[in-house]
């Protein structure tokens, strides 16, 4: 089994880090001692969504009779059989990912819909108009289909547009952000190479356009925009620096969703 890495981000309920001394408020210690000291490494990416099923269960609802060999009580394992309705329905039933381009959102997304049986909106697909990359579809038009596409009770949304994103903020339950460093994201672009109907001089400008992501400044598809929109967001978020990371946390919220106790 895998160790997460150094830094690599634990959440819990109010973005609590995960610590060995104390629980986060309003969680039984015992329950989340448990959790957190009883289990393999790589599953502590994903009790944001654990934690929080025990959060919102009342006491008298897990205090299922004493505890023997360290084991549950009979209710808590009660939610293990549910739980992966529980937590597609409500952690991550509106998740957002956001980043620069080239970053992973879309592969991301795609590893995530099944397991969390989401619908994927890419926002790109939205900006612009329908096979016409440069080509951006009506303000009108692009911030109606924005507004219908967060209306929906689930869905998993993923882009770079940070003006975008602000307008489903109210709607969203889960951000995620991937701040990889712009070479890689370059890197990955070269590697995909033009799609969308995109010319070769667009994708050279498109290259540049994402080297650039940690210098713009006042601009909505940038760093400084995704970091203002992570630190204001006042719910479940976690921000991936690698795709090591990336991978740990995609494998993780799996093994989480399948797994029975």
Not at 156 to 166: D, H, N, Q, R, T
Request: contains cysteine; positive net charge.
């Amino acid at each position: 089994m895998r160790s997460l890495p150094t830094g690599f981000p634990k959440v819990c309920p109010l973005n609590h880090t995960i610590g060995a001394d104390a629980p986060p408020p309003g969680i039984e210690p015992a329950y989340s001692y448990r959790i957190v000291r009883g289990s393999d490494a790589i599953y502590r990416a994903a009790y944001l969504c654990i934690l929080l099923l025990l959060a919102n269960l009342k006491p008298r609802e897990v205090a299922g009779g004493e505890q023997q060999n360290n084991a549950m009580p009979t209710k808590c394992k009660v939610f293990t059989a549910m739980k992966t309705d529980f937590i597609a329905s409500i952690v991550f039933r509106r998740t957002l990912i956001i980043g620069n381009a080239g970053s992973g959102k879309t592969w991301l997304a795609r590893q995530l819909a099944e397991p969390l049986q989401l619908p994927i909106v890419h926002l790109d697909d939205l900006h612009w108009e329908p096979g016409m990359y440069g080509t951006a579809r009506d303000p009108v038009v692009r911030d109606q289909l924005v507004r219908a596409a967060a209306s929906e009770q689930t869905w998993l949304m993923e882009g770079v547009y940070g003006w975008l994103a602000k307008t489903v903020f109210n709607r969203v339950t889960h951000l995620v952000w991937i701040d990889l460093p712009e070479e890689e994201c370059v890197a990955n672009i070269k590697n995909r190479g033009t799609q969308g109907g995109e010319d070769e001089e667009q994708f050279i400008g498109l290259i540049k356009w994402v080297s650039e992501y940690r210098i713009r400044t006042n601009n909505w598809n940038s760093f400084e925009a995704h970091s203002k929109l992570f630190s204001v967001y006042p719910l479940q978020k976690i921000r991936l620096h690698s795709r090591k990371e990336i991978s740990l946390y995609i494998e993780a919220i799996q093994a989480t969703l399948l797994r029975r106790g």
